[in-house]
């Protein structure tokens, strides 16, 4: 069973970026869509951004121009570059393949944006 684990969250000002990283305890080449999903207190998990194996990504409209998603298969890690923050944002943040997805999800990295 692969294990995912993100990291990189951290409080930050609206406005502000971050960078989250999700590495794989083993290679994640064949997984053909990785994401990113958010989960804010008493809201469902929501995907936040895909990408396939060849790079073509896919965004929510709500962090459409602001965030980025990218993989490095040989590191086995995907990432998520979040510009121009927002309140909104606040969430903790998890990493899974796109279908299906792994049934063990990581522990996730908390993005609070406040001032």
């Known amino acids: 069973q692969v294990q995912l684990v993100e990291s990189g969250g951290g409080l930050v000002q609206p406005g502000g970026s971050l960078r989250l990283s999700c590495a794989a305890s083993r290679s994640i080449f064949t997984y053909k869509i990785m994401a990113w999903y958010r989960q804010a207190p008493g809201n469902q998990r929501e995907l936040v951004a895909d990408?396939?194996?060849?790079?073509?990504?896919n965004y929510a409209d709500s962090v459409k121009g602001r965030f980025t998603i990218s993989r490095d298969n040989a590191k086995s890690t995907v990432y998520l570059q979040m510009n121009s923050l927002k309140p909104e944002d606040t969430a903790v943040y998890y990493c899974?393949?796109?279908?299906?997805?792994?049934?063990?999800w990581g522990q996730g990295t908390q993005v609070t944006v406040s001032s």
């Open positions: 990408i396939t194996s060849g790079g073509v990504t």
């Open positions: 899974n393949r796109r279908y299906p997805p792994l049934s063990s």
